[in-house]
């Protein structure tokens, strides 16, 4: 085990604070990466406020992880000393059940996390990204194409993947009409790839100052969700809505907005204490509609992913902070105080 710098909270109720972890030592399948940069995801924030369970001290979160290979075990061939890799929000699992047979990793019911699981090599608590380096088995280690900065890469290592997944689930494709529920993290980041897939793209917001700031993303129409006749006016409208807002609120508003045979798909996770208030049932019964969910994807998707981003030229909107940022911007993130993702550059930790 060695010890690295990190940034983490030793109770729920502190804020996170200069910190040491162990790693383990290089294993013949692992990949050692010297991170440079970690996003910040509203999961962070639950994480380390104790809001989905009770958590390990310290607390260290973080899984949109970009980095430098430092070293290589002895049985690594997929990266090597040098190269630009990400970790995402997985570094393994059970690799035997059905979802990890069809690279479905993010359902395996095994699944170690990035942070909040427990490491199979040594039985601690996984750390994440807020700190200086990290050791990742090789197969969920992401190569990071040449055509995106290490910057815009994090967040894409959860946000992008967490819009790409539904957008490539429901086979969306030119023609096919999209709505993105909330502009935040998340939500910018469907607009932008719901657009490079060739969707015509219509943004809900309950901020008229966001108005004019999901046009520039790309979306074609912006609706006040609190609008009443707005709303009404995308009855059986759309293919698929993307719900990104994690506050609890009424599903029912939107569900109507579905065509037939359409998808709401709801990506924000309220608090486990709190829910939403859930459509009517003869809401869903006539249009033959859906509400489903989804989470992250497996390494292939994401993997596919950064790729697609690089090559349309998809990047988050981003806020580059340094580690002693961290409280201040965990902060405005509560607010909603920021447009769209902040990224911590680990350079001066």
């Not at 972890?21 to 013949?28: D, K, Q």
């Not at 969306?172 to 910018?188: D, E, I, N, S, T």
Request: one cysteine or more; a neutral charge.
């Amino acid at each position: 085990m060695s010890q690295v710098s990190a940034y983490g909270a030793v109770r729920s109720d502190a804020p996170l604070q200069a910190v040491k972890i162990e790693r383990r030592e290089l294993g013949a399948d692992d990949v050692a990466i010297d991170i440079t940069h970690c996003g910040i995801c509203h999961s962070d924030l639950h994480y380390v406020r104790g809001e989905w369970g009770e958590q390990p001290s310290p607390a260290v979160p973080g899984h949109e992880i970009v980095g430098v290979v430092r070293a290589v075990g002895a049985n690594v061939t997929k990266h090597k000393a040098g190269d630009r890799v990400g970790v995402g929000c997985m570094v393994d699992s059970c690799r035997a059940c059905e979802a990890c047979q069809e690279g479905e990793e993010q359902f395996c019911t095994k699944q170690i996390g990035t942070y909040m699981g427990i490491e199979k090599q040594t039985g601690l608590p996984t750390y994440g990204g807020y700190s200086k380096a990290i050791i990742v088995t090789q197969d969920f280690v992401l190569r990071i194409p040449d055509g995106l900065k290490s910057e815009h890469a994090a967040p894409l290592l959860c946000a992008g993947i967490t819009t790409y997944s539904p957008l490539r689930h429901w086979k969306v494709a030119p023609g096919q009409k999209v709505g993105v529920v909330g502009l935040g993290g998340l939500g910018h980041m469907a607009v932008k790839l719901a657009k490079a897939m060739g969707a015509h793209v219509v943004v809900f917001t309950t901020s008229p100052g966001k108005v004019a700031d999901a046009k520039a993303l790309g979306a074609d129409e912006v609706v006040l969700s609190k609008d009443a006749a707005q709303m009404k006016a995308y009855t059986n409208s759309f293919h698929l809505i993307i719900d990104a807002v994690s506050a609890p609120h009424d599903l029912e508003a939107f569900s109507g907005l579905l065509r037939r045979n359409g998808t709401l798909c709801l990506l924000g996770a309220p608090p486990i204490t709190e829910s939403h208030v859930w459509p009517q049932v003869f809401t869903m019964l006539m249009g033959r509609r859906s509400v489903a969910g989804s989470p992250i994807g497996g390494i292939r998707e994401t993997q596919e992913m950064l790729d697609f981003c690089a090559e349309k030229g998809v990047k988050p909107e981003i806020e580059i902070i340094a580690p002693d940022g961290i409280n201040g911007a965990y902060e405005r993130l509560v607010k909603g105080d920021i447009r769209y993702r902040f990224v911590i550059d680990m350079a001066t930790l």
